[in-house]
């Protein structure tokens, strides 16, 4: 993990199931959120997603990334074009600083509309980096590392 090394995309179809049940989950009941009627008599053009849901896919796009053991210990971010239903929010970043083993990543979403996030997350990754998936080594159980008999 060095600064300037680039997350791959992640390309996160935004779809009406996702809007409403973020929001629902979230306990986000505008109903710019989930009622595709109410949210154009309020001058959109459909159901949008809020902040929780994008904040909590900016989480995932992190740790999904830095692996199991990363923990986020802040996640700033700006909203800017809404997420509608059809389009396709893109998550990148670039890791901007690292101090020992804490990261600050710079994120931001785009869909075919511009920016719909932009900001910094700060993770804390222990221990030595493993991306997701890689070759792990065998770590003996207690018992085998005791020397014990079964």
């Not at 600064?3 to 390309?11: K, S, T, V």
């Not at 109410?38 to 959109?44: C, M, Q, T």
Request: hydrophobic share 40%; proline share 7%.
């Amino acid at each position: 993990m060095r600064a300037g090394d680039e997350l791959a995309p992640l390309e996160i179809p935004i779809t009406r199931t996702l809007i409403v049940a973020g929001a629902v989950a979230s306990r986000d009941y505008q109903d710019v959120h989930h009622d595709a009627v109410l949210a154009r008599e309020k001058g959109s053009p459909d159901v949008f997603m809020n902040i929780l849901t994008t904040n909590g896919l900016v989480g995932r796009y992190i740790t999904d990334h830095f692996g199991p053991s990363a923990r986020l210990r802040s996640v700033r971010i700006r909203l800017g074009a809404p997420n509608y239903p059809g389009d396709i929010m893109t998550l990148t970043g670039t890791v901007a600083a690292v101090e020992g083993e804490v990261a600050e990543v710079r994120v931001t979403g785009t869909n075919g509309l511009g920016n719909h996030v932009t900001g910094t997350v700060t993770v804390a990754v222990p221990g030595p980096f493993e991306r997701p998936g890689a070759a792990r080594a065998e770590v003996p159980g207690p018992s085998e590392a005791a020397g014990a008999e079964s």
